[in-house]
Structures are given as C-alpha cells and as structure tokens.
C-alpha cells in the first residue's frame, strides 16, 4: 500500500462547479500536510497548508481527518485556470512523501 | 516568500557526458534539499535528500555513484548526473524548506529538463 494515495482521475467538471478529492495516507505519525499544484511540465507549487481544524483560502477549503487519515481539497466555483494535477503532501520528520495527483480538467 | 532558483532550466546533452544542476534556496537557509525526477505523465519520485556538509541520502534503486550529490553551503545543493544516458533523460527537480521550521512546505526550484540524446 501507497504511504499517500489518491485518485488520479481526471475529474472533468463544468466551469463553476464544485470539485472535491480526497487523499488518504497510511502513516499515523505524520505531523502535517499541504496540497501542491502542478501544470504540465511544470514543477509543483504550494497551494496551501491544511490545518487541524481545516482552512479556507478564497474558493479552496482544506480538511485534515486524523480519525480516518484522510486529507480533502473542495474547490467551489471551478475557473479554467484552476486546470492542472494536484498533489498531496504528508510529512513527517524531514521526510515528504508525496501522492501521485490528481488530474482536474474544468471545461468551458 | 520562500524561492528556490534551479539552474538549468533545459539541458541536451550526448549520451556518456556528465550534466551538473544546481539549486538554490534564495531568501532563506537551508539544511535539508530534496531531488526529484518525474517522468512524463508519472508521479513525483524522490531520488536522495541532500544534507549540508554531510552524505546525501539516497532512496532505494538510485545510484548513488551516478547521480552526485554536493551540499556545500546552506544555499547551495548541485545535483551532477555522471555519463548520462539516454533512459536519465527526465524533469529534475529540487526543494527546500527552511532551517529550523520543522514540517515547513517544501518550495521547489522550477524543475531541469534534461535530454540525452
């Protein structure tokens, strides 16, 4: 089993829907989290820290479950830029691991 | 906020030359860098972690000997692929988070794409 997992879709939603993934890690011990964001051919780029108590930054909400080890990333109101594979992220100490993406495709 | 320069941006070289990248962390120090290589339409694969003035630390299946590792300072970790062949060719990419700030996100430098041909 992957220590992060995810799916890795694509997700192909309409502009202006509301687009949620989940990803899962096997790890108990990691300390925190974050979801990346990476467009083709591209390097990643931090999207955002996910907090104990969930967080929200602008259209992006990201939750942390301990109980069932899982991380979400809702995003409401899909632009076309928002087009690109996202990653998450578990860390513990001085180690990342990271899941494979998840591909999204917000179509016009 | 945090910047991480990865120097070059695409390289093609012959089959049997080496091929050195560099990665710096620019507005911050750091002790721990971390290589990547991603193939295309696969996933992030850590390759080794690179520690300032000591031993990188390598994952299972990379060759140490090939791929060398100098940590010098704490700004300044080089990534040198030795007789590249044509399977090394792929997306290199480097990351650091700040000395000091445990668990801090990783920023990562804006990726090598290396040819051989």
């Known amino acids: 089993r992957k220590e992060v997992e995810q799916d890795p879709g694509p997700f192909n939603v309409p502009e202006g829907a509301t687009v949620a993934f989940n990803c899962t890690y096997s790890?108990?011990?990691?300390?925190?989290f974050f979801w990346y964001r990476q467009d083709c051919r591209k390097e990643p780029k931090l999207l955002m820290s996910?907090?104990?108590s969930g967080n929200e930054d602008g259209r992006f909400t990201a939750q942390l479950n301990r109980a069932s080890q899982y991380i979400s990333l809702l995003i409401r109101d899909s632009k076309l830029s928002d087009s690109a594979t996202y990653l998450c992220v578990s860390s513990g100490t001085y180690k990342y691991i990271f899941g494979t993406g998840t591909r999204l495709k917000v179509l016009a | 906020g945090a910047v991480v320069s990865q120097h070059p941006s695409w390289v093609i070289c012959k089959s049997g030359t080496s091929v050195k990248i560099e990665c710096r962390s620019l507005?911050?120090?750091?002790?721990?860098m971390f290589w990547y290589r991603q193939f295309p339409k696969q996933s992030l694969m850590l390759m080794a972690t690179s520690n300032e003035g000591s031993k990188a630390t390598y994952e299972q299946g990379v060759e140490k000997d090939k791929f060398l590792i100098n940590h010098a300072s704490l700004t300044l970790s080089t990534l040198t692929v030795t007789s590249a062949h044509p399977e090394d060719s792929s997306f290199y990419i480097c990351s650091a988070r700040s000395t000091g700030v445990d668990n801090s996100p990783l920023h990562f430098g804006n990726g090598t794409r290396l040819t051989v041909t």
């Open positions: 507005d911050f120090q750091a002790t721990t």
């Open positions: 996910v907090y104990s």
């Open positions: 790890n108990s011990a990691s300390q925190s």
